[in-house]
Each structure stands twice: as C-alpha cells, then as structure tokens.
C-alpha cells in the first residue's frame, strides 16, 4: 500500500487530511478515501470513526464537486471544541465516478 499523503490547510480547521487508495473490490477498483485527524491527535491514539460517503466533497472546496465542500472539518473541530461530542476521526470514501452513471 502506497504512503497516504498528508494535506494542511486552514480549512482543515487545526485537523490533518490524509488519503490513501484502496481496493476494496476487484470489479470496481480502487477508491480514495479521505482521513481528517482532529488537532491534537497522536497516530495510534484512539477515538471513534465517522464514515461518511462522497469523500471528495467533504473537506476542500478544490476537491469538491460543483467548487464548494460540505465543510464537515469545520463542524465536527467545532462540536469537539465545545464538548459536544468526543474527538473523532472523519472517513470519507470517494465515489467512482463509474457507478453513478450504472445507478
């Protein structure tokens, strides 16, 4: 598995956005998927996990379809600054592309 690459940017809000390939199905290839570390957390730290699909669309707007992200770095850094939730690690997988024209 190739090295995930990491990305900072104030719109990560203080969080760490790496991403990584994987081949999750030999008929549909491989997928990128998004990992956005809120600040402070230490690689082997434990915390929960939020899945969410449409990874491409979650946390820069150069990434994003249509030029503008759903801004999900900005309320979840946000939700765990006021205790409103405990730290937790973002998931996004990116769609193919490919099935959205099947489906």
Do not use: Y
């Not at 409103?84 to 099947?102: A, E, F, K, N, Q």
């Amino acid at each position: 598995m190739p090295e995930p690459q990491e990305k900072w940017s104030a719109d990560l809000c203080g969080g760490r956005l790496q991403t990584f390939l994987w081949e999750h199905h030999k008929d549909l290839g491989e997928r990128l998927v998004r990992v956005w570390t809120p600040p402070g957390w230490e690689a082997g730290q434990a915390v929960k996990a939020l899945w969410l699909n449409d990874g491409q669309n979650l946390f820069r707007d150069e990434d994003a379809f249509g030029g503008a992200c759903w801004g999900v770095a900005g309320t979840v850094a946000h939700l765990i600054a006021a205790r409103s939730i405990p730290p937790i690690v973002v998931l996004g997988i990116d769609h193919t592309g490919r099935m959205r024209r099947t489906h």
